[in-house]
Nanobody
Framework: QVQLVESGGGLVQAGGSLRLSCAVS????????MGWFRQAPGKEREFVAS????????YYADSAKGRFTISRDNAKKTVYLQMNSVKPEDTAVYYC?????????????????WGQGTQVTVSS
């Protein structure tokens, strides 16, 4: 059974940095794209960043462009989200998603598996 486990969340001051990780456990016999999403209290889950299986294609929400970087290490079956210059409005539970195949996507409905989430809190 394939599972996703996020880590790296925590409390950080505005302007600081944080790196989230998402480890894929279990047997994965197929390729998969990955995405990061976040959900703040009272709001819907929203897209943050995605990366294709090869890592050649990345896509970012406007709110993340220039501050966040998504990357992956297929040998470790791990995807990362480097968050720099964080802002209080980045406060949310961050989820990683897995989509079987070569590509990822920006819509939650495209993803086949989800992690349990990791809390990121940015203080002002």
């Amino acid at each position: 059974q394939v599972q996703l486990v996020e880590s790296g969340g925590g409390l950080v001051q505005a302007g600081g940095s944080l790196r989230l990780s998402c480890a894929v456990s279990g047997r994965t016999s197929s390729t998969f794209g990955m995405g990061w999403f976040r959900q703040a209290p009272g709001k819907e889950r929203e897209f943050v960043a995605s990366i294709s299986w090869s890592g050649s294609y990345t896509y970012y929400a406007d709110s993340a462009k220039g501050r966040f970087t998504i990357s992956r290490d297929n040998a470790k079956k791990t995807v990362y989200l480097q968050m720099n210059s964080v802002k209080p409005e980045d406060t949310a539970v961050y989820y990683c998603g897995l989509r079987w195949g070569q590509t990822a996507g920006t819509r939650t409905a495209l993803y086949d598996l989800w992690g349990q989430g990791t809390q990121v809190t940015v203080s002002s």
